[in-house]
């Protein structure tokens, strides 16, 4: 079994950064794609930004490309999702999940198997 706790979301206004950053436990992750999702009131969870295992090629949504940043630390098993000029259309509570190795779109929910509590971004405008 791998927990996944997300931290470091809050509020900001528009145009600002924030670093979320998601701590696996339980076993290591270094053998998943890791990504980050986020769902916002009344609308469906989408894909944020994925990494996969060796942190050698990352994939993001058209909203975030050019703004946000994924990124992995091996040693201390964590993901990070560094978020800049964000926008209020950002946000939403951002989740962490890993990905086992079930195939399929690495945007796709379901091919994760482990997902973390999330964590609220508010952009105010």
């Known amino acids: 079994q791998v927990q996944l706790v997300e931290s470091g979301g809050g509020l900001v206004q528009a145009g600002g950064s924030l670093r979320l950053d998601c701590a696996a436990s339980?076993?290591?992750?270094?053998?998943?794609?890791m990504g980050w999702f986020r769902q916002a009131p009344g609308k469906d969870r989408e894909f944020v930004a994925a990494?996969?295992?060796?942190?050698?090629?990352?994939n993001y949504a058209d909203s975030v490309k050019g703004r946000f940043t994924i990124s992995r630390d091996m040693a201390k098993n964590t993901v990070d999702l560094q978020m800049n000029s964000l926008k209020p259309e950002d946000t939403a509570v951002y989740y962490c999940a890993a990905d086992t190795g079930n195939g399929g779109p690495y945007n796709y929910p379901l091919r994760y198997d482990y997902w973390g509590q999330g964590t609220q971004v508010t952009v105010s405008s």
């Open positions: 339980g076993r290591t992750i270094s053998t998943y794609r």
């Open positions: 990494i996969n295992r060796g942190g050698t090629l990352t």
